[in-house]
């Protein structure tokens, strides 16, 4: 039986939607949009409740920050209250999104030509990021297996010895598989960063979108030596839907990587708002409530794509044990050589994933399903569709 539906996700229409003004709904007029990693859910009324109370007030002048920065402090409260994971706020700074602190990372903690180990399928614009910045990107694939993606920790091994690779870029939990990683993966991983002393920058912007029994661990609270090597990013945004707000968070932990980055000029990286900080706070402090009920629809809406997905195919693919976005095989919609294309025109769907991700998803589809509950249906019912003549 499916759990009931919420007032407060749930009274979506598709009308009401394409009204808004972002990028997921106005990327594809006259389809619907499951591809932009945005959530179609309302802002938590306690962010919207501090936004405007800061607006109210008037005070959108320059912000107090000099002493003690709140967005470093809540934080840190942050990890100590979900990972017992202890974080100095003095290692801690402020980047306008993760993908930003990725380029700023490798441009201060790595030189042109060092190459880069990177996990396939690899999100988008950290694939292009990579080569971008005259970095070579050493993909190392996750490995399909009976039980799920595998994070092939022996394939990470040899890529990053044959490669020489200074830094690993992890992604956990992982955008698009949807995997968490364990902490006995995470201490292999650990392990072969020290044995080939990688700088690992470690995207964690999902970690609260893990669904039970499956928990986030914090690569740098793994052990002293990990916490030394590892920059640990992430942001409210994916969590409270936010990503307009632009601000997110870097704990820096290699001490040399933090010296260069405080002797650049203060503004060269820009700045995040007040307002993003105001709903950071606002959400890692008063947002539990919402939360809960948040993680109760994407529960009950990955359970909805997962049945779905096994009745176009034999061998469906694994449900994702975080995020909101749902990974699965083209063949399972018996797709052609351009699946992305093909959806859109004959179902009026757009889907994200194909080469973008890297070979490795080159036959993969990425759906995200943090929308209502009719809306998803209508999305499930017209790839069913296109499965129809496949199933079995």
Known sequence: MQPPLDPLFDELTVEDLRR?????????????????ADMDFPVAPVIADAIEHRVRRGDLGYPCWDEVHPLRVAFADRMRERYGWSVDPAHVREHTDVVQGVQVLLHLGTAPGD??????????????????????????????????????????????????CR???????????????????????????????????????HAELA????????????????????????????????????????????????????????ELYGA??????????????????????????LDRNRRRVAAAVASWTSEPDPMPEATYLYWFGADALGLGDDPLTEVLARARVQLAGGPV????????????????AAVLEDVLGRLGGLAQPNCV
Not at 219 to 245: C, E, H, P, Q, Y
Not at 357 to 371: H, I, K, M, S, V
């Open 167 to 205: 830094a690993l870029l992890l992604v956990n939990p992982h955008n698009p598989t949807g995997r968490v990683l364990t902490r006995d993966e995470l201490t292999e991983i650990a392990a072969i960063a020290r044995r080939h002393d990688l700088l690992v920058i470690s995207d964690e912007i």
């Open 272 to 297: 995040v708002s007040t307002l993003g900080v105001v709903a950071a706070v606002a959400a890692w402090r008063h947002g539990a409530d919402w939360q809960q009920r948040l993680l109760r629809v």
């Open 211 to 266: 669904f039970a029994p499956h928990r986030h661990v914090p690569f740098a609270s793994l052990d002293g030596d990990t916490a030394a090597r590892t920059v640990t990013l992430t942001s409210a945004s994916k969590a409270f839907n936010l990503a307009g707000l632009r601000c997110s968070v870097a704990d820096i932990g290699p001490q040399r990587l933090l010296a260069l980055r405080d002797a650049e000029p203060a």
């Open 357 to 372: 991700f890297g070979e490795d998803g080159r036959r993969y589809l990425r759906l995200n399903y943090a929308t209502g």
């Open 115 to 164: 190459a880069v180990a990177v996990h396939g399928p690899t999100y988008p614009p950290f694939h292009h990021t990579v080569g971008a910045m005259g970095r070579k990107r050493v993909d190392v694939p996750f490995l399909r297996t009976q039980t799920g993606w595998s994070a092939n920790t022996t394939g990470l091994a040899d890529a990053v010895a044959a490669h020489a």
């Open 20 to 36: 808004r003004p972002g990028v997921k709904w106005h990327v594809a007029p006259d389809a619907i949009p499951a591809s932009v």
